[in-house]
């Protein structure tokens, strides 16, 4: 195995000391307990609640998997209006559920769903809204609530890249009904594989709990159709050895988001995506959208970059609604969602994270001055 490439990826994960890492394993192998809501994943769920200033948590073995039984403790169906700019779990959920996913375009600055486009598509089968904080920049979230209230309808998020998110000093879980953080190794907070719902109404804690373990009430009673999305002790020691980095990690992203955003400014056809002066940021990616105005294209640039071992992200590149799987959906048309259309070509996430260093920065946005005919 290659321990070291000179490749620069997209990210890479917050590797806790290992000695700590064992001093917890050692517990495990003591306590002969690997899942099941043991000791390590009561005690993540304790230090995660404090630090995203929540009540109510319920761990998961991914974040799909969390976001899933989201859907099926708020008892969702018909239809679901979403966003096609996300990862593809987004909208593989709702067809897991039987749902169908109604695609709503994007806003041109947060390139998150569009409130002013949502109540043109709610119908009589319409259950909830489902929005992602792409990139950590938040949802409309007063506009959709307001939508939401006057339809009847439930709101979802999906905050995988909104770990530890604030808007005006609340945390981002505060919106909606239930909000669905990823702990993948790609996210800023992880737990190898992970993830995790929160929610503010705690009448909903005993639904997710049974539902996250097959239904199961005690050893006489199954009393829903439940599915395995329980988090493991080992994920749970890894989640609690990586907590204590994540602060000084988003101080240094920030510090390099700052680096970048200084080296590539007044660049024809180049923005930087930015989170609003009432928002604290996740620092989870640093996103560039390549316009109409730069004298190469997003493809372009991100070949020059892989050409010097640079390896962004065209996240997120295809559009979900473009998926074979879902692209005869009426709402799918390309028509109807000119700005994801727009934007899914000029989107491009850098490398971001705290072991860059200001030399690989300054390097990266040196190619991609050159790349774009600046200096
Ligand atoms: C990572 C991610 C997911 C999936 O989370 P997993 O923990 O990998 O299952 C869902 N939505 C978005 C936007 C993501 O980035």
New binding site residues.
């Given amino acids: 195995m290659k321990s070291k490439s000179n490749k620069i990826l997209v990210t890479s994960p917050l590797m806790p000391n290992i000695d700590r890492y064992k001093e917890m394993l050692d517990e495990i192998w003591a306590s002969r307990w690997l899942s099941n809501g043991g000791c390590m994943t009561k005690e993540l769920e304790r230090r995660l609640c404090s630090y995203l200033a929540v009540e109510n948590i319920s761990l998961f073995n991914?974040?799909?998997?969390?976001?899933m039984t989201a859907i099926q403790s708020l008892r969702l169906q018909g239809e679901v209006i979403t966003t096609p700019f996300?990862?593809p779990?987004?909208t593989h959920v709702l067809n897991w559920n039987g749902i169908t996913p109604v695609f709503c375009d994007v806003c041109p600055h947060t390139l998150t769903i569009d409130p002013n486009k949502i109540e043109a598509l709610i119908t009589s089968k319409t259950s909830a809204i489902l929005g992602?904080h792409?990139y950590g920049i938040p949802c409309y979230v007063e506009e959709i609530q307001r939508i939401a209230d006057v339809h009847g309808l439930r709101v979802i998020y999906?905050a995988?890249?909104a770990f530890g998110c604030e808007i005006d000093g609340k945390p981002i879980s505060d919106f909606g009904d239930i909000s669905?953080f990823?702990?993948?190794p790609?996210?800023l907070f992880h737990t190898a594989?992970?993830?995790a719902l929160v929610f503010g109404d705690v009448n909903l804690k005993e639904r997710i709990e049974l539902l996250k373990n097959f239904g199961i009430k005690n050893q006489e009673e199954v009393i829903l159709p439940g599915i395995n999305g329980k988090m493991n002790e080992l994920s749970a020691a890894m989640g609690l050895s990586v907590l204590p980095l994540v602060n000084n990690e988003r101080e240094r992203r920030s510090e390099i988001r700052a680096l970048y955003t200084a080296n590539l400014g007044g660049i024809p056809g180049l923005q930087v995506l930015t989170v609003a002066d009432n928002v604290k940021s996740s620092q989870q990616y640093f996103a560039i959208r390549i316009t109409a105005e730069a004298i190469v294209n997003r493809d372009d640039l991100y070949d020059d970059l892989k050409e010097n071992n640079v390896f962004p992200r065209k996240y997120f590149s295809p559009l979900i609604s473009n998926y074979p799987c879902y692209s005869m959906l009426p709402t799918a048309r390309a028509e109807a969602l000119p700005v994801a259309t727009l934007v899914e070509k000029q989107v491009l996430c850098l490398p971001f994270y705290g072991e860059l260093s200001n030399s690989e920065v300054l390097k990266i946005c040196k190619i991609v001055r050159k790349s774009l005919g600046v200096e």
């Avoid at 991914?62 to 976001?67: D, H, K, M, Q």
């Fill in positions: 991914n974040g799909t998997i969390a976001l996300s990862f779990a987004t992602v792409v999906d995988a890249h669905m990823s702990f993948h790609t996210k594989e992970g993830g």
